[in-house]
């Protein structure tokens, strides 16, 4: 049997029904933006690899960075053991994260961020001897695939078998310029209750709902009316971290900055998995003491992983660099330009450009959700061209590494605008 036979025996693989898809394409190396097919296909990674990828496959200073390390202490428990880059990239992080952000606690993925973020919140106000157990999260929000980063996520077609086991969260509006009012007042209504934690959000831009946009200043109202009411701001940057959408960080785009910082994607350049939850001082504090039952009691077998401590080092040392400022102001000019050019299409529904993502979506007789008819089509057709584009929907985007040439995104216009004109 041929590889893609044996994968179809014994591997599941994630958001795919078992049945009636087409086989997954076997990838045998991937350099840079490619990822190379096992017959010699080059096709252009325009998503990232699930938006992680940032500075290009297999990266040889990352690639180098991990194997010395692998070779030296590839991991170490680390309740009452540290090491050197684990240290390192705690100093790292808090050099480029705003100001008032102090601690770095390590984790695996987006979601444990997520989860660690609920449960230090959770816990923050219980040290403090205070009942406040409940989250405001934004309609649509994609937090994660664990219970409590589901359970502050849009309750819809993703979670519906799940909803029984889901804690309760407030949900307020996605904000756009129409209902700004009636968000805030939703919003204050919630804080009013004296019950809210804290508040949750992708800042910006959801990036599972559509790559949906928002306004930095109206976050910003929302978060000084949260400190107004004494409820902590915890900004999910799980997608928008490190670049991606034009500033190190999206809530380098307010003036309010969030008391906790969600990480990953990015965090390592793409290499290895790795998830990183920051906070201030001030919930530090509540932490500040010798009871264990006050301790935060909670950790995973390969926290603070040396290995991806190490890429995420290496990829940190990339993001410094000019070259690397310079990359994303490209993506970010070819974009605004593509964008101004099919924007009059027919079928365009709309165009949204954040930094380097790009989002189109597609007038559809169809409902606009994930499940849309519409992704049928579009996937077969951008990877037909050698182009990975995953459509949400009735929506695809483009989200590259920030290393893509500008005659590389044009390979990736093309396709687009081929698809406008086959369907005009
Ligand atoms: C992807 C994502 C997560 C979940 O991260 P995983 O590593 O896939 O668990 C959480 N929040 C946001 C905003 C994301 O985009």
Not at 12 to 35: C, N, Q, S
Request: with cysteine; glycine share 6%; hydrophobic share 40%.
């Amino acid at each position: 049997m041929n590889w893609v036979g044996r994968d179809k025996v014994s591997v599941w693989h994630p958001f795919t029904p078992l049945k009636g898809v087409d086989d997954p394409l076997m990838i045998k190396r991937a350099e840079g933006v490619y990822l190379i097919t096992e017959d010699d296909r080059k096709i252009i990674d325009a998503i990232s690899s699930w938006w992680v990828n940032i500075h290009g496959h297999a990266h040889p200073e990352i690639t180098k960075a991990i194997a010395e390390q692998a070779a030296s202490l590839e991991h170490v428990i680390f309740a009452g053991f540290t090491h050197q880059p684990a240290i390192e990239l705690a100093e790292n992080l808090l050099s480029i994260l705003p100001s008032n952000q102090h601690k770095i606690f390590y984790s695996d993925n987006g979601s444990t961020a997520v989860e660690v973020a609920l449960k230090m919140v959770i816990q923050y106000w219980y040290n403090k001897g205070t009942q406040k157990n409940k989250f405001i999260a934004i309609d649509g929000a994609y937090h994660g695939d664990t219970f409590g980063s589901m359970s502050v996520g849009e309750r819809g077609d993703f979670t519906r078998p799940f909803f029984n086991h889901l804690f309760e969260v407030e949900f307020i509006d996605f904000p756009t310029p129409s209902n700004l009012n009636e968000v805030k007042k939703q919003f204050v209504e919630y804080l009013n209750t004296g019950e809210i934690a804290a508040f949750i959000f992708e800042p910006l831009v959801q990036g599972a709902a559509g790559m949906r946009m928002y306004d930095a200043s109206f976050l910003d109202e929302l978060i000084t009316v949260a400190r107004e009411h004494n409820v902590l701001c915890i900004a999910d940057e799980v997608m928008t971290g490190f670049g991606r959408t034009g500033k190190l960080f999206a809530s380098d785009y307010l003036v309010n900055k969030p008391d906790i910082f969600c990480l990953s994607k990015g965090l390592t350049g793409g290499a290895l998995a790795m998830g990183v939850t920051s906070c201030t001082k001030e919930i530090e504090d509540a932490f500040q003491t010798p009871e264990l039952k006050k301790a935060f009691l909670h950790g995973h077998s390969y926290t603070a992983n040396p290995m991806a401590c190490a890429a995420a080092n290496a990829s940190f040392k990339l993001l410094q660099k000019p070259k690397c400022a310079k990359g994303i102001e490209l993506i970010h000019q070819c974009h605004l330009n593509f964008a101004d050019s099919i924007k009059n299409k027919n079928i365009v529904k709309e165009v949204r450009v954040l930094g380097t993502i790009l989002a189109l979506e597609f007038k559809s007789d169809d409902d606009t959700s994930y499940f849309s008819e519409m992704r049928n089509q579009l996937y077969p057709f951008f990877i037909s061209r050698n182009v990975l584009l995953r459509p949400l929907g009735n929506l695809i985007y483009i989200l590259p590494p920030y290393i893509i040439t500008e005659q590389q995104l044009n390979q990736v216009y093309s396709a687009i605008t081929e698809f406008l004109t086959e369907h005009a």
